[in-house]
């Protein structure tokens, strides 16, 4: 299945959660927020959240900035 | 000494507050936050980069510090306001630096958007820190909107170019019953200074920082620059005189008087 995470298409297991596929990807579940399909999701609710084909993700963190 | 500076409930001894962008390497900011004493440090949110998923800011900045993200990005109210969620929902805090930019070659921000998205952050319970230019009007229905404090530029963002706007900062100042902190534009530590007698409640400051040859050297000169200026405002510095007053007596001169 393919989702597409800022922009980029990614491939990922069918059926996944979104905590699963944070772990799998190996991003930093402490340090990032993640909106599906334009809508935050918490982090207690990852394990909840199953991925669908065509799922759209914005993964944002903290940069430098002023 | 210097008053602990009060925004939302919370009491800040520093009235340094600092951003973390365009220094050449992340492992500095730890240094110079510890110099400059800040406890107020500002971060921007940006998509991830998929390919180096470990890169945060965060990690650089010591426990204890209160975080304020920016809305850096944000060309409307609207887009603003979704940063703004995104960041609280990092757990990092409810304090917001609203930065709302549509202009491209002097980064002025647009305080009528800057307003907008002001007031519903506020409503939601941010602790709402406005970028704005420093226009007393706009500063007042910031106050109205639920802001926290008042963020008026010195300058355009980056330029080190020090306090060009002074005499509006001066009348927000005077008029404005929140903290204004002078934000953008200062360049070294003898502005700083000059924006904290005048009566700023802080001085934001970052690429004056980042840009020094020795970051950290500079970060505790405007510690230093900002605690005197402080001091000096609550001290309440003597009147400008046209003529000249002597200091020394104006009696028993060695000589008979005519």
């Known amino acids: 299945m393919q989702v597409t995470v800022n922009g980029q298409l990614v491939q990922a297991t069918s059926e996944i959660s979104l905590a699963e596929l944070v772990k799998e990807k190996g991003w930093q579940a402490e340090r990032i927020v993640v909106e599906l399909n334009d809508v935050i999701i918490s982090r207690t609710d990852w394990v909840h959240c199953i991925m669908k084909q065509g799922d759209k993700l914005e993964v944002v963190t903290f940069v430098g900035g002023g | 000494m210097a008053e602990p500076l009060k925004i939302a409930g919370y009491s800040i001894n520093s009235r340094l507050f600092i951003g973390t962008g365009k220094f050449a390497s992340n492992t500095i900011i730890p240094e110079v936050i510890a110099a400059a004493s800040a406890e107020v440090v500002t971060v921007a949110l940006r998509r991830m980069d998929i390919n180096f998923p470990d890169e945060n800011i965060v990690n650089f900045i010591p426990k204890g510090c209160i975080i304020m993200p920016n809305t850096s990005g944000a060309r409307n109210a609207e887009e603003a306001i979704r940063i703004a969620r995104l960041a609280q929902a990092s757990g990092c805090g409810n304090w917001i630096k609203i930065e709302v930019i549509a202009d491209n070659r002097y980064l002025l921000p647009d305080n009528q958007e800057t307003i907008k998205a002001t007031e519903v952050l506020a409503n939601e319970g941010f602790v709402v820190l406005p970028y704005m230019s420093p226009d007393l009007m706009a500063a007042r229905r910031l106050v109205d909107a639920g802001a926290a404090a008042v963020m008026p530029l010195g300058a355009p963002i980056g330029t080190n170019r020090g306090l060009k706007t002074k005499e509006l900062i001066r009348i927000l100042i005077e008029e404005i019953p929140l ?3 002078v934000d953008a534009g200062i360049g070294k530590p003898s502005e700083a200074a ?8 802080a001085v934001l400051v970052n690429t004056a920082m980042a840009t020094a040859q020795n970051p950290v050297a500079i ?10 200026g402080r001091i000096a405002f609550e001290a309440g510095p003597g009147a400008v005189q046209a003529y000249a007053n002597a200091s020394s007596p104006l009696t028993g001169f060695l000589r008979e008087s005519l």
């Open chain 2, 179 to 181: 903290p204004i902190i």
């Open chain 2, 194 to 201: 000059e924006a904290m007698e005048m009566g700023a409640a």
């Open chain 2, 219 to 228: 970060a505790k000169a405007f510690a230093l620059a900002v605690k005197a």
